[in-house]
């Protein structure tokens, strides 16, 4: 298994992903290799700091930066030897066989659709966003791929979304929920009262239970969300600034030893998102994990090691099969 | 001026409605009047515990109750004498300025609009939820009365909301944000995309920021936010369950000791709805306040300081000659 490895995208490149990349290798197959992507001076400089001794983590050259606010299509037509261009390439060829990235979003989108393609009956990717809750996470999606999401991408949501379940998150019969404004199939906006009624009449190997409100999302209830991507990213990002607002108020309020405490540390961890380590793109042919901009290096370390669960556990392979059964194409 | 007041209404009345009333006296203007709405005997019963001399409150007699989970316009048309009905009636005829209620929310709307009427170029009123935030709240709307909403509707909420945020929550320079998944106009779907440009392209007696994300939402960097009713609805659910897991999460990790310090007192005041006491339903002909149906006294309390404000401030004139000008009609 080779793993590659955007090494400048993010807020803390190249640090935080060539740190997160050496942390992730105890946690991998000892065959397993890491593939860094980008300028190879910069990048094998960055390496060489952490005298790592392996010989499983190489360096491939990607000389072109896509900056974190380029417009994504542009940058991917005109740099096609950035990191994300080369990263997905080697996928492409079956050189590697997951991409990892915490730069330009869009960049990651746009480029992984291209290069390694859509499985049949996917119109456009979803991102799966990782929620913390008090006991295991959920996922939702989609968190921001798409918007004015018609009923059957959203039904094809569902299903890639259970597949990543059962798949990665180990939920043996995961629970499906499509998120409305009330728990009977009449309540909802046209698009989600449709998809309502295509999950609903169809044959699937999940448990759809029917409308979640947004006070079931973190309930435990389910396995998976299921929403266009206006209202998940709007939720997603109101959720990491509820957990900010949360940490803020606790350290203006509380004294240093009781914000030191391990209970109060314990806390802190289920409002981490890194302990996710990252979203990833579901439909594509591949694998494809977009992180946060903002990924420190145990976040990448753990996005590494949900790619490399998506690619033993054969993920992309299932969705295709499930989508080519034509339930959901 | 007169307040009425659902006496029978959610899940904690009569009980938490009366003594909120009871509560409420102090804090409004020596000759405001408090009418509780409820079958005579059993209201009266219930405010007689409190013993109170003052009065200045009264019970009206409306013996039909609607249910918390009655289909709202059917509860509505059978049910005239209901405490909501006869409530809403007594404004209509001048008798009362305001209603509040914590009972059956769809049925409270179908009434306000059916009975109050609306301003001129609303097409249906929205609901304006108090978002708690570090410092000062924020009113996003619309909050759940409305799915699919028109651009033009986004408009007409961007006008009562800033409205709203400077007659009742005093801000004299309200700034409104139209909630999208990007800074950048051109970010969003459909209907915010032509929101956006609608808003932009109009004068109007508030700053349009332009588009907020979700993270946005408790910065602090606007008064209102404006969303469609389906989103603003699943965001509001989802913040009520974030709060509530993360006050578990502390009661569940942190000592007795700790839990029960002033600091934590601050902490869980902030995250405490009631404080707000109550969403109004906005561009009716009048004032209606919808409260949580799980409001305590507090709740209550507050919601009728909420109500008493708007009253005084001329919030419902206000709002009709904003919108009869045309610049949002």
Redesign the interface.
């Known amino acids: 298994m080779r793993i590659a490895l955007d090494a400048v995208g993010g807020d803390f490149a190249p640090d935080a992903p060539v740190a997160g990349a050496v942390g992730a290798l105890p946690d991998l197959p000892p065959t397993a290799e890491i593939v860094l992507l980008g300028p190879q001076t910069e990048v094998e400089a960055e390496l060489a700091k952490h005298g790592d001794a392996s010989g499983r983590i190489r360096v491939i050259d990607a000389p072109q930066i896509v900056g974190m606010a380029e417009k994504p299509l542009a940058a991917v037509r005109s740099k096609p030897h950035s990191s994300i261009g080369v990263g997905l390439k080697l996928q492409r060829e079956g050189s590697a066989h997951a991409f990892i990235s915490a730069g330009n979003t869009g960049a990651v989108m746009a480029a992984s659709a291209l290069i390694l393609g859509l499985h049949q009956g996917v119109e456009r990717p979803a991102i799966g966003a990782m929620f913390p809750?008090?006991s295991k996470p959920v996922l939702v999606l989609d968190a921001?791929a798409n918007?004015?999401t018609s009923p059957r991408e959203m039904r094809s949501f569902a299903h890639v979304g259970a597949i990543y379940a059962r798949d990665v998150m180990g939920r043996k019969d995961p629970a499906v929920g499509l998120?409305?404004?009330g728990e009977e199939p009449e309540k909802?906006?046209?698009a989600?009262k449709e998809a309502h009624q295509l999950l609903k009449d169809e044959q699937h190997a999940f448990r759809f239970v029917g409308n979640v409100?947004?006070?079931?999302?973190?309930?435990g209830h389910v396995d998976v969300v299921v929403?266009?991507?206006?209202?998940g990213?709007?939720?997603?990002?109101?959720?990491?600034?509820?957990a900010h607002?949360?940490t803020?108020?606790?350290q203006?309020?509380?004294?240093e030893t009781?914000l030191r405490?391990e209970?109060?540390g314990?806390?802190f961890t289920?409002?981490d998102y890194s302990t996710y380590g990252g979203a990833p793109l579901l439909g594509v042919r591949g694998v494809s994990i977009i992180c946060h901009g903002r990924s420190s290096a145990r976040a990448i370390r753990n996005a590494i090691g949900v790619a490399a669960r998506s690619v033993e556990r054969h993920l992309s392979e299932h969705i295709g099969a499930d989508l080519a059964g034509g339930s959901a194409a």
Not at 213 to 219: F, K, T, V, Y
Not at 227 to 231: K, L, R, T
Not at 233 to 242: A, D, G, I, P, W
């Open positions: 809750t008090a921001g918007v004015d998120l409305s404004i909802g906006n046209a989600v409100e947004g006070r079931d999302i973190l309930a929403c266009d991507g206006f209202v990213n709007v939720v997603l990002k109101f959720y990491e600034s509820v607002l949360f803020g108020l606790l203006r309020e509380m004294e009781v405490s209970a109060m314990r806390v289920v409002l």
